[in-house]
């Protein structure tokens, strides 16, 4: 699975701890082991599923504060963020952004990849997620 998806900060906000406290994350047959250095040795199992949950929630999440965007055509639209202008484009399996989260999301297959500027775009046209967008062009197509 992709590094942004399972990493420590993902567990650590799923299980409400600093990420500092996890050591490592390991695969395993039934989700990722992640093992705590609290004074005693600590290790649990998180499964694949919750951290996928995880990735679109924090992304979701992150999209409520943001401006509404701008239509620049058809298919673009920009975004203010917090390090300048960002820029998106609807696809038929994306919303594609030049933000660096989208950009380093490569690898992820294109419906599940989205930044927060995606989802605030997603939001601004009426859809609840991509899982929503995506069966609108199906239902269209």
Same mark, same amino acid.
């Given at each position: 699975m992709h590094r942004l998806?399972?990493?420590? @900060?993902?567990i650590a906000r799923l299980l409400g701890i600093p990420a500092k406290r996890i050591t490592r994350v390991e695969a395993t047959p039934q989700? =990722?082991?992640?093992?705590?250095d609290s004074?005693?040795?600590?290790?649990?199992?998180?499964p694949a599923a919750a951290l996928v949950d995880e990735f679109i929630r924090?992304?979701?999440?992150? @999209?409520?504060?943001?401006?509404?965007?701008?239509?620049?055509?058809?298919?673009?639209?920009?975004?203010?963020?917090?390090?300048?202008? =960002?820029?998106l484009e609807v696809q038929a399996d994306a919303i594609a952004c030049t933000c660096e989260d989208y950009t380093a999301q490569e690898g992820?297959?294109?419906?599940?990849?989205?930044?927060?500027h995606g989802y605030r775009l997603l939001t601004a046209l009426g859809f609840s997620g991509m899982?929503?967008?995506?069966g609108a062009i199906a239902k269209a197509s």
């Open positions: 998806i399972v990493n420590k @900060a993902a989700g =990722y082991a992640y093992f705590l004074g005693i040795y600590n290790t649990g199992i998180i924090f992304r979701q999440t992150s @999209a409520e504060g943001l401006p509404e965007p701008t239509r620049i055509n058809r298919t673009v639209w920009a975004i203010a963020g917090k390090r300048g202008e =960002y820029f992820i297959p294109p419906g599940m990849r989205a930044c927060k899982g929503d967008y995506l």
